[in-house]
């Protein structure tokens, strides 16, 4: 199978972004990581078809502007969380408040697709077949744990929020974790996939495969957010307490220790996504597959 157009399209979206950046461009400089996530998406997605015949893109169409809806929407709450929490805030962002509200919508449309297009490319590069864990001959444990992992997921993001935002800074861990706890079981219940029913079963691959594409993903991230800021476009910054830095190392802007909570975000978006697409019918409807192969 060819090299895809869109694939081409992608790869150079990405070299001129990189030039025109050099070169001071303003509006480049402004919208860097949204435009740089498109390229990437549109590329990997394309090395992801050249290689196993078939895509997200390529093949799920019908679901992709669902994919960007629930991929803001889902963001948007952890913003919600960060009016509270105070973990970020962005600079150099246009006044204009239309302007930056398209930005916004941009920016956060390419999470889910970023993350996901980068789970196919680990697992077609890194992962050929299984990696395996101690089985569990507890048939009825998927059951049992039900409740009590769905209790323990709403007071991870509960609690955050109800304390006062000092405290709370110090918590943000729980969101990035709870939200695995709380739809892993609903979803399992849905008859979706569940990514803790294979850990159960001694079946680590895809577990393996979404915890090293977020951080690779935190990677990227913070990356071109380091370039945005150099080149004096828009970026955000961290304000994580300082107890909990590491000798005041950063990758980029972000703290070493925030690297890793990439790895667990992506498991959310992974169950968060599932859940909705099922709940809206989604494979029925959309005539979509699971984020699984």
Same mark, same amino acid.
């Given at each position: 199978?060819r090299?895809?157009?869109?694939?081409?399209?992608?790869?150079?979206?990405?070299?001129?972004?990189?030039?025109?950046?050099l070169?001071?461009?303003?509006?480049?400089?402004?919208w860097?990581?949204?435009i740089?996530?498109?390229?990437?998406?549109?590329f990997?997605d394309?090395?992801?078809?050249?290689?196993?015949?078939?895509?997200?893109?390529s #093949?799920?169409?019908? +679901?992709?502007?669902?994919?960007?809806?629930i991929? /803001?929407? !889902?963001? &948007? %709450?952890?913003?919600a969380?960060?009016?509270?929490?105070?973990?970020?805030?962005?600079l150099?962002?246009?006044?204009e408040?239309?302007?930056?509200d398209?930005?916004f919508?941009?920016s956060?449309?390419?999470?889910?697709?970023?993350?996901f297009?980068?789970i196919?490319?680990?697992q077609i590069?890194?992962f050929k077949?299984?990696?395996?864990?101690?089985?569990?001959?507890?048939?009825?444990e998927?059951?049992r744990?039900?409740?009590?992992?769905?209790?323990?997921?709403l007071?991870?993001?509960?609690?955050?929020?109800?304390?006062?935002?000092?405290i709370?800074?110090?918590?943000f861990g729980?969101?990035?974790?709870?939200?695995?706890?709380?739809?892993?079981?609903?979803?399992?219940?849905?008859?979706?996939? #569940?990514?803790?029913? +294979?850990?159960?079963?001694?079946?680590?691959?895809? /577990?393996? !495969?979404? &915890? %090293?594409?977020?951080l690779?993903?935190?990677?990227?991230w913070?990356?071109?957010?380091?370039?945005?800021?150099?080149?004096?476009?828009?970026?955000?910054?961290y304000?994580?307490?300082?107890?909990?830095?590491?000798?005041?190392?950063k990758?980029?802007?972000?703290?070493?220790?925030g690297?890793l909570g990439?790895a667990?975000?992506?498991?959310?978006?992974?169950?968060?996504?599932?859940?909705?697409?099922?709940?809206?019918?989604g494979d029925?409807?959309?005539?979509?597959?699971?984020l699984?192969?």
């Open positions: 199978m090299f895809s157009l869109y694939g081409w399209l992608g790869l150079l979206i990405m070299l001129a972004s990189e030039l025109l950046l070169v001071g461009n303003q509006f480049v400089a402004t860097f990581t949204p740089m996530w498109t390229g990437y998406i549109l990997v394309a090395i992801v078809l050249r290689v196993r015949g078939s895509s997200r893109l #093949s799920n169409p019908r +679901e992709i502007p669902f994919l960007l809806l991929s /803001v929407g !889902v963001w &948007l %709450l952890f913003e969380y960060n009016l509270h929490l105070k973990n970020w805030l962005y150099g962002l246009p006044i408040p239309f302007q930056r398209i930005g919508f941009w956060f449309a390419t999470i889910m697709p970023g993350v297009v980068t196919d490319l680990v590069t890194l077949g299984r990696v395996k864990l101690n089985r569990s001959n507890r048939r009825n998927e059951r744990m039900g409740i009590p992992l769905v209790t323990l997921g007071i991870m993001v509960i609690l955050p929020i109800l304390l006062p935002g000092q709370a800074a110090y918590l729980l969101i990035w974790l709870g939200y695995i706890f709380l739809f892993e079981p609903l979803n399992q219940r849905l008859g979706v996939r #569940s990514l803790l029913d +294979e850990l159960r079963r001694g079946e680590a691959r895809n /577990v393996v !495969v979404i &915890l %090293l594409a977020g690779l993903c935190g990677f990227i913070e990356s071109w957010n380091f370039q945005a800021l150099n080149a004096s476009g828009a970026y955000w910054v304000t994580i307490p300082e107890a909990l830095q590491i000798f005041g190392w990758y980029g802007m972000m703290p070493v220790l690297l990439f667990p975000f992506a498991w959310e978006l992974v169950v968060m996504y599932e859940f909705i697409r099922r709940v809206f019918g029925n409807r959309m005539g979509s597959r699971s699984f192969h």
